[in-house]
T-cell receptor, first 111, second 116 residues
Framework: SQQGEEDPQALSIQEGENATMNCSYK?????LQWYRQNSGRGLVHLIL?????REKHSGRLRVTLDTSKKSSSLLITASRAADTASYFCATALYNTDKLIFGTGTRLQVFP | EAGVAQSPRYKIIEKRQSVAFWCNPI?????LYWYQQILGQGPKLLIQFQNNGVVDDSQLPKDRFSAERLKGVDSTLKIQPAKLEDSAVYLCASSLLAGIDNYGYTFGSGTRLTVV
């Protein structure tokens, strides 16, 4: 079964708005990563947050991690039409480094 | 830095035929993964290599799927015989470090397999 469950499954917003996606997972992790996938393309690594970190920023991206609740969120600020894609969280399992993906959130940003 | 190379990009085969996919990871990356991504779903891990050894293949359907990583560099994934439900994108990824030092994985563009 999938380690991560993402919420919402789909999100539609206007350009300039913020987009927030959530991810929950089940077991102990080394780190949690977020990836973007454009339709028909490969996965692009966006950001990694380690299990001993609580928040991380990269450009317009902000990721939080709450290991007590086994959850993470990805915030994309001032969204652009080019941000339209599917976003996946992936957890690197503790001790094995096995990378398990969630179910994904499909983001549509309208110009 | 060259990315993860995969070939072919597309493959169409009939059920019960065999097929092979090839992956060349980033030079020096010790860890290599094969994932299967069915349309509309997240990638599912099939097998994980550390150098040329298998770390995890618990999700690999071993009656029809096989994978190898000779000399700890290139890897091939084979399906024999293929079934309709094997239609998916097969993704290869590699990473330099593991565990707490890992800074992310690099994925190839994938091979889109259609079984008819």
């Amino acid at each position: 079964s999938q380690q991560g469950e993402e919420d919402p499954q789909a999100l539609s917003i206007q350009e300039g708005e913020n987009a927030t996606m959530n991810c929950s997972y089940k077991t102990s992790i080394n780190n949690l990563q977020w990836y973007r996938q454009n339709s028909g393309r490969g996965l692009v690594h966006l950001i990694l947050i380690r299990s001993n970190e609580r928040e991380k920023h990269s450009g317009r991206l902000r990721v939080t991690l709450d290991t007590s609740k086994k959850s993470s969120s990805l915030l994309i600020t001032a969204s652009r039409a080019a941000d339209t894609a599917s976003y996946f969280c992936a957890t690197a399992l503790y001790n094995t480094d096995k990378l398990i993906f969630g179910t994904g959130t499909r983001l549509q940003v309208f110009p | 830095e060259a990315g993860v190379a995969q070939s072919p990009r597309y493959k169409i085969i009939e059920k019960r035929q065999s097929v092979a996919f090839w992956c060349n990871p980033i030079s020096g990356h010790a860890t290599l993964y094969w994932y299967q991504q069915i349309l509309g779903q997240g990638p599912k891990l099939l097998i994980q290599f550390q150098n040329n050894g298998v770390v995890d293949d618990s999700q690999l359907p071993k009656d029809r799927f096989s994978a190898e990583r000779l000399k700890g560099v290139d890897s091939t994934l084979k399906i024999q015989p293929a079934k309709l439900e094997d239609s998916a994108v097969y993704l290869c990824a590699s990473s330099l470090l593991a565990g707490i030092d890992n800074y992310g994985y690099t994925f190839g563009s994938g091979t889109r397999l259609t079984v008819v």
